[in-house]
């Protein structure tokens, strides 16, 4: 075989690369809205075809400051994965507390086909979460949600229960001032009606959904029992560590729990203050019909969202999607592939010569 002057001639390697500039333009592109609204859709299917997923609880690497996190699983078609961090201290510091990137891969050779920030798109795959799991479980006709904890998810979250659910208030409560001015200002134009409360048993008062999404390495009691009435929905997010929770032990004993992926969430979520054997509904047989979600008016439901890889896989599907429809990327020279496979060597030394 003739060597190829052509360090990596056949560029079939290239991988299509979503930067954050790129993201941001597809967000604004599509909409964030109508996108997180897309996602869901991507979501639920997935979660229509559970069985077909390897799973497995993410792969945590613990510090004192956080956690950092591989999420991987595969259809049997594509695999892929996201790196994904969680470092309450880092706002304070100047940091975002979650940012993350992801891949989706072939299974057939393993070559991945797409490699993507996903610090934004973790957003709107949690908030395309929330709200398809609140479809299943909220009251119907369900008009106002607390927000409790403003920080980098919580317009996501609005906008996606406005989108997917119906909501039309948001009453927004934070611990710190400035992150409810921040939510008020960016949702003044979302047609949400936007309430700035003075405490988390203020934002929940007459809410029939309350999302709390606060970050403290801490089993924190962002929800006490008397805050929560019967009838409501719960989309509890931020407690997704081990020694991380946001609602009082009472509050689970009341609810009916719904969870992503159990051996996950026995670890992670609000339900790791829980008895190993304490009942919980898997959310997929829920939307397969295989399990009931909501059953009365009374009843008190609880999201325990911890964020599974399959959503990551899910949001990552979607973007692939739209690389056509949007032009969004870059091709990115991330895999060395001479076009003889046992040329390596070679392909390094011919690169030398140009
Ligand atoms: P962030 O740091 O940007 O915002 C967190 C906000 O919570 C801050 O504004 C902070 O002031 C507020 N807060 C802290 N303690 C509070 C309290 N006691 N009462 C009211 N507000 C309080 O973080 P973020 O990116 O918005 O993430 C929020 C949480 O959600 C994190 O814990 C993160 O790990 C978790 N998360 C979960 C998922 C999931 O899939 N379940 C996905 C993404 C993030």
């Known amino acids: 075989m003739t060597p190829s002057t052509n360090p990596n001639p056949s560029k079939l390697a290239m991988v299509p690369f979503v930067s954050v500039d790129d993201m941001m333009k597809i967000v604004n592109t599509i909409g964030a809205p109508k996108m997180i609204a897309e996602i869901a859709e991507y979501i639920e299917a997935d979660f229509l075809r559970w069985d077909m997923f390897d799973k497995t609880p993410r792969v945590a ?39 993350a990137f992801g891949v989706l891969a072939r299974v057939d050779n393993g070559y991945p086909v797409l490699f993507s920030e996903m610090t934004i798109l973790t957003a709107l795959r949690t908030a ?15 008009k106002v949600m607390a927000m409790i904890g403003n920080g980098a998810q919580c317009e996501f979250q609005a906008l996606a229960f406005k989108e997917v659910v119906g909501i039309e208030t948001v009453r927004l409560y934070d611990i710190d001032p400035a992150a409810t001015e921040k939510a008020v200002r960016n949702l003044s134009q979302s047609g949400l009606t936007v309430v700035a409360c003075s405490s ?16 403290d390495k801490q089993c924190a009691t962002i929800l006490t029992d008397n ?18 929770t946001e609602l009082h032990k009472d ?28 009942p919980v509904t898997e959310l997929w047989q829920v939307m397969a019909g295989q399990a009931e979600g909501r059953t009365s008016e009374s009843q008190i439901t609880l999201f325990d969202s911890v964020g599974f890889a399959t959503e990551d896989f899910s949001a990552l ?9 949007t032009g969004h990327f870059v091709e990115l020279d991330l895999l060395a ?15 030398s010569m140009e």
Do not use: W
């Open 61 to 99: 690497a613990h510090s004192k400051e956080g956690v950092i996190e591989l999420m991987p699983t595969s259809d049997g078609e594509t695999y892929g994965f996201k790196y994904v961090n969680g470092h309450p201290a880092n706002m304070a510091r100047g940091f975002q507390t979650v940012t």
């Open 200 to 215: 988390a048993q203020d934002a929940a008062a007459g809410a029939q959904i309350v999302t709390t999404c606060t970050a």
């Open 128 to 142: 395309a979460t929330s709200a398809v799991v609140a479809k299943y479980l909220a009251p119907k006709n369900s």
């Open 251 to 278: 509050i689970l004993l009341r609810s009916d729990i719904f969870v992503e992926y159990p051996p996950q969430t026995r670890i992670e979520g609000e339900i790791q203050q829980l008895p190993d054997d304490h």
């Open 317 to 325: 599907r979607y973007i692939r999607d739209q690389l056509e429809r």
């Open 227 to 244: 805050m929560i009435g019967s009838g409501i929905h719960i989309n509890a997010i931020g407690g997704d560590c081990p020694g991380k």
């Open 337 to 351: 592939d001479p076009d003889d496979p046992r040329d390596l060597f070679g392909m390094v030394q011919r690169a």
